[in-house]
């Protein structure tokens, strides 16, 4: 339900923007964020937006990471600067998406995607 894109490989330092859509049509969209995993490790928080734009970060990502959203597009951005080689994970996207109208809301998430962060 969601396509996640942008991951990549880069030097320590560098950027990255990931990209997070609804790959197929929905009716509303809520609450979205990215989490991260890295091998061995649990799933953790990074940053998350409400609709109207609030955000929340881990506290590795703050003054580093920015999240955004296009509402027009349905689309969430996560502008990863100074990448550090333990932001190295797979980050999953998540939304809190209507898919219809007379559906309820339902968390969805993307298929991750790797960002690997070596020189």
């Known amino acids: 339900q969601l396509q996640a894109s942008g991951g990549g490989l880069v030097q320590p330092g560098g950027s990255l923007r990931l990209s997070c859509a609804p790959s197929?049509?929905?009716?509303?969209?809520?609450?979205m964020g990215w989490y991260r995993q890295a091998p061995g490790k649990q799933r953790e928080l990074v940053a998350g937006i409400t609709n109207g734009g609030s955000t929340n970060y881990a506290d590795s990502a703050k003054g580093r990471f920015t999240i955004s959203r296009d509402n027009a597009k349905n689309t969430m951005y996560l502008q990863m600067n100074n990448l550090r080689p333990e932001d190295t994970a797979v980050y999953y996207c998540?939304?809190?998406?209507?898919?219809?109208?007379?559906?309820?809301?339902?968390?969805?998430w993307g298929q991750g995607t790797q960002v690997t962060v070596s020189s």
């Open positions: 998540y939304s809190v998406i209507r898919t219809s109208r007379s559906s309820y809301e339902a968390r969805y």
């Open positions: 197929g049509s929905i009716f509303s969209l809520n609450d």
